[in-house]
């Protein structure tokens, strides 16, 4: 069988590729792997991001309620991811790496885990995986959220195994803490199965939000935190802002666009304080991002566990504003980027779903229940073939 001549080969050239809640693009990682479980051993060799167009931006925002749109999309973004692969298998060909499989995470346009009151759940990612294999004729690793669900757990973060194989360390507990559109921590110790993680919160869903809803869609971003860097914090929205039923959750949870979408956490709140600066305004969300993951960490990772390091990766890493009120908050622990290790800051999350794909050709479990709260060990994802 092709999937078992996958697993036995001593080493395996994978495209991970990863989409992230803040639909900034695709990121893209070839990557070499070997072995598998607590013997995976992984090797950056080439990073690269696709932006999205403007027009597939604004779709993947919206499409939240229409199925059909939904459906579109789903294929939309399959092409895209395609084209983005096979940029990167070029790129292998030209190294002389033959490309084994894809491993892709998609884009989550629904996400509704177990909830004590709410028996009904589900998960959607857009980016047809059919797509993706026919175009560029590799088997592709997808859907690895609905398996965990299935199994009982949140389905999220599905980070916790790939941050743990990564940044792991034999004779000490550190944490990773993913900056992207939802921010999330992943607190990593010497044996997988004490491993937690959980979404700490909004990330650059918040802040990017913020500054489209305040400039009109005349900017995207707040370049380097630099309008909330001279901004000054207005508490009584501060306050509004961290006063939301998700951060006092007690972990296992996770959390999405769903629940922190600027349409929905940020729009009517900005509306109704105009009379506040621009400055002003990004200044109180950015440090609402900060104080999500400072108050998450002070109540749910320092009681139980004795961190020594702290490392940042994503997108929300460039943001200077953002990482001064993050510092300034957990003073006590040493920060560092992922990029110290190696590892740049926007490639983890697609150097992730590589390893993800890597476990699942290999029948590697990679939920962690103590994370995510499922049943049992469970292997993840679903495999289209070439």
Request: charged share 25%; proline share 5%; with cysteine.
């Amino acid at each position: 069988m092709l999937f078992e001549g996958i697993k036995k080969k001593p080493t395996r050239y994978v495209i991970g590729l990863a989409c992230g809640n803040s639909c900034r693009g695709v990121d893209a990682a070839l990557v070499r792997i070997k072995g598998t479980g607590k013997d995976l051993a992984i090797k950056l060799i080439r990073f690269k991001h696709f932006p999205y167009s403007q027009g597939l931006r604004t779709r993947l925002i919206v499409a939240r309620k229409d199925a059909r749109e939904i459906c579109l999309l789903n294929f939309e973004l399959g092409e895209f991811l395609a084209e983005a692969t096979t940029d990167m298998q070029r790129f292998a060909h030209a190294e002389m790496c033959e490309v084994d499989f894809v491993a892709s995470s998609g884009f989550s346009v629904a996400h509704n885990p177990p909830r004590g009151y709410d028996h009904a759940v589900g998960t959607m990612q857009v980016g047809e995986a059919a797509v993706i294999a026919e175009r560029t004729n590799l088997p592709v690793v997808s859907d690895f959220r609905a398996r965990d669900i299935a199994g009982g757990g949140q389905g999220g973060p599905i980070s916790a195994y790939p941050d743990w194989a990564l940044f792991r360390r034999e004779d000490r507990t550190i944490a990773r803490v993913h900056l992207g559109g939802i921010t999330s921590i992943s607190v990593l110790t010497p044996k997988l199965e004490d491993v937690i993680a959980f979404d700490a919160g909004p990330g650059t869903v918040a802040i990017d939000g913020a500054v489209r809803l305040l400039s009109g869609g005349n900017m995207e971003i707040d370049d380097k935190g630099a309008a909330a860097a001279k901004g000054v914090v207005i508490d009584e929205f501060l306050e509004y802002l961290l006063d939301h039923p998700y951060f006092a959750k007690v972990p296992p949870k996770c959390t999405s666009r769903d629940e922190f979408g600027p349409e929905v956490y940020l729009r009517d709140a900005l509306a109704g304080r105009k009379e506040h600066s621009f400055e002003d305004l990004m200044a109180t969300v950015t440090s609402a991002v900060s104080y999500c993951i400072v108050r998450a960490f002070n109540r749910f990772v320092k009681p139980q566990y004795q961190v020594s390091r702290l490392i940042l990766s994503g997108g929300g890493s460039v943001n200077q504003a953002l990482l001064t009120r993050i510092k300034n908050g957990l003073s006590d622990l040493t920060i560092r980027m992922s990029d110290e290790y190696g590892l740049p800051h926007d490639a983890v999350d697609a150097i992730g779903a590589a390893i993800l794909g890597n476990e699942t050709f290999c029948g590697t479990p990679c939920n962690v229940p103590h994370a995510t709260g499922a049943k049992g060990p469970i292997v993840l994802g679903r495999i289209t073939p070439a």
